[in-house]
């Protein structure tokens, strides 16, 4: 299984980013074979608007099925959801401490999302 992970940086110890749509980049982690791969979001960093719907949209083709963020959107979070992408908030500080809670079972599924859009 895939998980698709918000940040900044470009390998496991770097920080996870808080926010999902204007995450510079997705560190989609494969639980399976313990590798990575990393996709830049560069170009909706500064996006007027849609910054949550064309994010979602790189996560639903990276072939994640999970997705660990520190907030997530109303918009975002309904098009994750309608690809069966379940959505987790975290403040962990590093990619690789996110992916320790959530191989633990401790990060909740969020039911919606958990700020307005344009956040």
Known sequence: MKIAITTSGSDLGAPLDSRFGRSPKFLVYDLDNEKFEIIDNQQNLNAAQGAGIQSAETVVRSGAKALVSGHCGPKAFRVLAAAGIKVYTSDA?????????????????????????HW
């Open 93 to 117: 500080p590093t990619i690789a401490a996110a992916l320790e809670l959530f191989q633990a079972g401790k990060l909740k599924e969020a039911v919606g999302a958990d700020v307005e859009g």
